[in-house]
């Protein structure tokens, strides 16, 4: 929650489902999830959120493997 001057109170939406695709094809619902790649490169992870509002974020980050 968050309060915004004395008398309003709002509520934050709570992230309510996790997806995460890690770009070699595995993927994970686990709120921290993890994940050993099998060969060196560069992957897309994709992360997607849904939230108490019905309201979809999703993220993506490169990740770049080394041996």
């Given at each position: 929650?968050?309060l915004d001057?004395v008398?309003?109170?709002?509520?934050?939406?709570?992230?309510?489902?996790?997806?995460?695709?890690?770009?070699d094809?595995?993927t994970?619902?686990?709120?921290?999830?993890?994940?050993e790649?099998?060969?060196?490169?560069?992957?897309?992870?994709?992360?997607?959120?849904?939230?108490?509002n019905?309201?979809?974020s999703?993220s993506?980050?490169?990740v770049?493997?080394?041996q």
């Amino acid at each position: 929650t968050r309060l915004d001057g004395v008398t309003e109170v709002q509520t934050c939406a709570l992230p309510i489902f996790l997806f995460m695709e890690v770009g070699d094809g595995a993927t994970s619902n686990e709120v921290k999830p993890t994940h050993e790649y099998s060969n060196p490169g560069l992957y897309s992870v994709e992360l997607e959120v849904l939230d108490n509002n019905n309201t979809v974020s999703t993220s993506t980050v490169q990740v770049e493997v080394q041996q």
